[in-house]
């Protein structure tokens, strides 16, 4: 019997919630310290992030490609690798990272604002506006399943005047490395995928899902982006 095999059901909850409490506060330390300045290219800030995450909080695993966009880059949802660039003055930026704590995956998104662009802070406030709407329709509806939450999810970000920047609004999450179903589609929140999102993973444990909102405006080549647990 493996050590996966004897984590129960609530020691599993406890343990993403803590990794994602960690991130979180990984997250406050960077707006906090203002680490992220003009000047710096998306990769440097990519990597001042991750230095705080070992050197602040212990982290030296992250799951997935460590992620700080700027500008149009923000356009860019995360399976496109785009140029490297110099953060401006008063651009908006989003850091996507997924730090492992204790061999639990965190993954969290976050976005900010230099300067005082009106569109731009209103992009960046209106994400968790449109997250938090999801979650609730999540929560409200038992049987969901994962392609009718995007549904929502997309529906929500129209509502809020913006264009949604993925194909998917979500993915699983779990124990590092987590077990994946065997379609890409399934381990997605996207069209396509008529899984209901309360069911167990290929282990047969509870499947934990992160919701993520990408926001954009193509035409002002302004992005946002928010992510964090969906089902816990």
Known sequence: ???????????????????QRRAAELFAAV?????????????EASDAVTQLAADRFGCEKHWH????????????????????RTIDAD????????PVFDDWE?????????GNDPDKLRLRDDLPVVFDAGKRFF????????????AEVVRLTRERGWEFGNIHCGHLVGEYPHENFPSRTQALMMKGNTLPIRTLDPSGRIAHWILEVHLVDREKQIGGFYEELLTL
């Open 1 to 19: 019997m493996s050590n996966r095999d004897l984590i129960d059901e609530r020691d599993r909850a406890e343990g993403l919630l803590d990794a």
């Open 31 to 43: 707006e906090s310290e203002q680490l992220i300045q003009p000047g710096m290219l998306d990769s």
């Open 65 to 84: 490609k460590r992620i700080v966009r700027s500008g149009p880059n923000t356009l860019e949802p995360y399976n496109i690798d785009p140029p490297d």
């Open 91 to 98: 651009d908006i930026i989003f850091g996507d990272f997924g």
């Open 106 to 114: 965190g993954d969290f998104g976050r976005t900010w604002v230099l």
């Open 139 to 150: 929560q409200d509806n038992a049987e969901i399943t994962a392609e009718e939450l995007f």
